[in-house]
């Protein structure tokens, strides 16, 4: 684990438990193209712990439209990789959502860390 990551996880870290101080739940599907059945997936990767914060706000896709991320989840620089867009994740509730952007900080200078914005 990096300096960064450390970092991470010390700021963030209990963001990202549950009421009783237990890793709340989260996987990824990294999304790797399009096939002659639709949508392809890597094998599913779970990442607990990361804090996942419900928050409504209009965001550019690469493609320059203007969608609605309905969550929002913190992650280090290192699973940068880990969130293709177009990946599917499972959050805590179980609600499963599709990664729309990853951003680096967000509009409340949170930086050193990136910002993958959900469906």
Known sequence: ???ADDEFWEL???????????P???TVKPYTGTGQMGPKYAPEV??????QMP?????RTSGGNEV??????????????DFPLHSRVTL???????????DEGDTSGLFGMLVVNLE
Not at 92 to 102: F, I, N, P, Q
């Open 1 to 3: 684990m990096s300096a």
């Open 12 to 22: 963030w870290g209990e963001w990202g438990k549950d009421s009783e101080g237990n």
């Open 24 to 26: 709340k739940p989260l």
């Open 46 to 51: 779970s990442r607990p712990g990361l804090p």
């Open 55 to 59: 928050k409504r706000r209009l965001v």
């Open 68 to 81: 609605l991320s309905s969550t929002a989840v913190a992650i280090p620089l290192s699973m940068r990789d």
């Open 92 to 102: 805590a509730d179980g609600r499963v959502s599709t990664v729309l952007t990853v």
